[in-house]
């Protein structure tokens, strides 16, 4: 579990830095994350947010840690977060929960499937 809790730390600082390298190397190629639209957006997509600027994330504070478990090769992790930043100029912020779906391949752990929800009256 450790592992997992330290490429979530990884994850988290390359997400607020918009570290193309960290999330190339922490999300698979084969990732499927929804969004809290409900939008399914690929490994790709995510990548060009953070590049082009359209995305920018000022703030991403867990509420409270993680919950996480691990089967084999595999761990599931829920939190909330406060999150705040722009995308598309336009500014926003509120708590999101989140869920991922890591897998360790070749000892290495990448997110396979992720899903963001807005938590209602944050």
């Not at 490994?43 to 082009?52: E, F, G, N």
Request: hydrophobic share 40%.
């Amino acid at each position: 579990m450790i592992e997992v809790e330290q490429v979530e730390k990884e994850l988290r600082i390359a997400m607020l830095s918009s570290d193309l390298e960290t999330l190339d190397d922490l999300l698979s190629d084969e990732l499927v994350f929804t969004n809290h639209h409900g939008q399914r957006l690929s490994k790709a997509d995510d990548l060009a947010a953070h590049r082009s600027g359209l995305l920018r994330i000022d703030r991403l504070e867990p509420r409270a840690e993680p919950t996480i478990r691990v089967i084999g090769d595999s761990a599931i992790v829920s939190v909330t977060l406060d999150l705040a930043g722009t995308y598309d100029g336009q500014p926003f912020a509120g708590a999101f929960a989140y869920s991922r779906m890591w897998y360790r391949q070749g000892g290495k752990w990448r997110i396979e499937a992720a899903h963001c929800s807005s938590v209602a009256g944050s």
